[in-house]
């Protein structure tokens, strides 16, 4: 069996934090490396969670797509309501409103995302770069960022790239609300969901401390210590111990290419 690529090291990574009784969630995202990581991975770490160890796992594609097979899907899609989108198996399509899914009623037990800076804090951006008075590039906007993470129970953050200019010590906007003055800060805000519980990058996997600050969990084979640090805008812990990110099993990848992406969208 050939090596795993990337993408399909990260899916296997996602499967292994899900429980059986998880009920996910994540949007589709546009554009190469933004789709993969912020679509795909994630649905074919749930697909995999449901065939190894949590059948009765639930993933939502946009919030009305329960439970999507992913091996219908030749091509990444290009947007929310592609026409493939549309037709690919799933246990059911639920277009209307409200959703059968409450996000208010915290249904909706880990969420996975992305966004284009993500600070120290672990707050997030998908609204702007630069100050509202001088703002250099508008981005997507909240998108339900806010939702994500304030209502569901733990985030798992997804991002396509990790430079400088990514991980950074302030964020220019705050769409989602990581950990202001650590777990406590966070506590008294009130809000219902636990906040950011990883982010996942080509380089590592970032975990969070009791104290609400990231360390890394592991780095990816093949990347050194010094290449996170220098990636990192600003300094995070590395546990002079850090582990390597574990590679699929055998039975891990073989049922990722044969049941959940035969058409092998992750080794692309």
Do not use: Y
Request: charged share 20%; with cysteine; glycine share 10%.
């Amino acid at each position: 069996m050939s090596t795993p690529t990337l993408h399909e090291t990260l899916a296997v990574a996602v499967a292994a934090e899900l429980r059986p009784d998880d009920v996910g969630f994540t949007g589709l995202t546009t554009g190469g490396s933004a789709a993969m990581f912020g679509t795909m991975i994630p649905l074919a770490g749930m697909e995999l969670a449901r065939h190894l160890h949590a059948p009765d796992l639930v993933s939502l594609l946009a919030g009305w797509c329960h439970n999507p097979t992913l091996r219908d899907l030749a091509e990444v899609p290009g947007s929310e309501f592609d026409p493939a989108l549309l037709r690919l198996s799933c246990d059911n399509l639920d277009m209307g409103w409200p959703p059968t899914m409450s996000l208010k009623r915290g249904d909706v037990t880990v969420g996975f995302s992305t966004a284009a800076q993500v600070d120290r804090q672990l707050n997030v951006n998908t609204t702007r770069i630069g100050t509202p008075e001088e703002t250099k590039v508008a981005l997507v906007g909240p998108i339900l960022i806010p939702e994500h993470f304030a209502l569901f129970g733990r985030e798992i953050v997804m991002l396509p790239r990790h430079d400088t200019r990514t991980l950074v010590e302030r964020v220019d906007h705050i769409s989602g609300v990581g950990f202001p003055g650590g777990r406590k800060g966070r506590e008294s805000l009130s809000l219902l969901g636990a906040g950011p519980a990883l982010v996942i990058t080509p380089l590592c996997i970032i975990d969070v401390g009791a104290d609400g600050l990231p360390f890394v969990r592991s780095i990816h084979r093949g990347v050194t210590r010094e290449q996170v640090r220098a990636s990192t805008g600003f300094d995070i812990d590395i546990p002079a111990d850090v582990a390597t990110t574990p590679e699929p099993s055998a039975e891990d990848l073989a049922v990722l290419r044969a049941e959940v992406d035969p058409h092998g969208l992750l080794r692309r």
